[in-house]
């Protein structure tokens, strides 16, 4: 893994930030608005039919286009579209504020941790649904066990160097893209931390948590990524993860 030292504090940072898409033309223009000044938004469309990838084109994010459905499928194309030093994820659906993300990236230029993830506390009743709130609370548990990691959220809003996340080889498409990274970089030696973030009602429909059976397909996928043995990332394993 390579060394880096920690950025000057005075320097400004910049990043990319990949906004997973699927009809979220309602939320993207407050999303978009919220992007820290000198950064750039990666919106993956990811199959949308309300018109959300010229809404993001308009408003001045970059569109990548996903035609594989699923979560980790769009997160994994908007990483290998971004360029800066450091990359970010962030829902787009209105839920999250992508301008929070500036103290991630600030904690781990100045080398306090490797990648950081934002715990959500829900601002309002109907935020974050029992049952997704229970799984999740679940899967923190099965973490804890399989990694030793005390997190108490794996939700979606993260930091983390570019570099370093290409060179953890993540292949899960699905549900399972964030698990999947925490449980690598923690089998890597990353430092992992996490810090409370505000959670907004989402607007319009949930396509994952909103329902049983979105939390159950979610739940089903990470639990087999918490299965799979210690990844051991080689440049062969990295070249697959890239396709």
Not at 29 to 55: C, H, K, Y
Not at 96 to 104: C, E, M, N, R, W
Not at 159 to 183: F, I, W
């Amino acid at each position: 893994m390579t060394d880096y030292s920690p950025a000057d504090p005075a320097a400004p940072l910049r990043a990319d930030i990949v906004l997973p898409c699927l009809d979220e033309a309602a939320a993207l223009p407050r999303v978009l608005a919220r992007v820290p000044e000198g950064w750039r938004a990666i919106v993956v469309d990811n199959g949308s039919t309300d018109g959300s990838a010229d809404i993001a084109r308009a408003l001045g994010a970059t569109v990548v286009h996903e035609p594989r459905r699923g979560f980790g499928s769009a997160c994994h194309a908007g990483l290998l579209a971004a360029e800066a030093e450091y990359v970010c994820f962030c829902d787009c659906d209105g839920s999250l504020d992508p301008a929070l993300l500036t103290s991630f990236v600030r904690r781990i230029a100045e080398g306090e941790t490797d990648l950081v993830l934002g715990r959500r506390r829900p601002t309002a009743r109907g935020a974050w649904p029992l049952h997704a709130r229970a799984g999740n609370a679940v899967l923190s548990r099965m973490l804890r066990r399989r990694t030793g990691l005390r997190l108490r959220d794996l939700g979606p809003m993260r930091a983390v160097r570019r570099e370093s996340l290409l060179e953890l080889g993540l292949t899960d498409r699905r549900s399972g893209y964030p698990l999947q990274m925490v449980v690598r970089a923690s089998d890597a030696g990353l430092r992992v931390c996490e810090t409370d973030v505000p959670y907004l009602p989402r607007t319009g429909k949930s396509k994952v948590t909103g329902t049983w059976r979105g939390t159950w397909h979610a739940v089903r996928d990470m639990r087999a990524v918490l299965r799979q043995p210690a990844a051991r990332t080689s440049p062969a394993a990295r070249a697959e993860a890239a396709r």
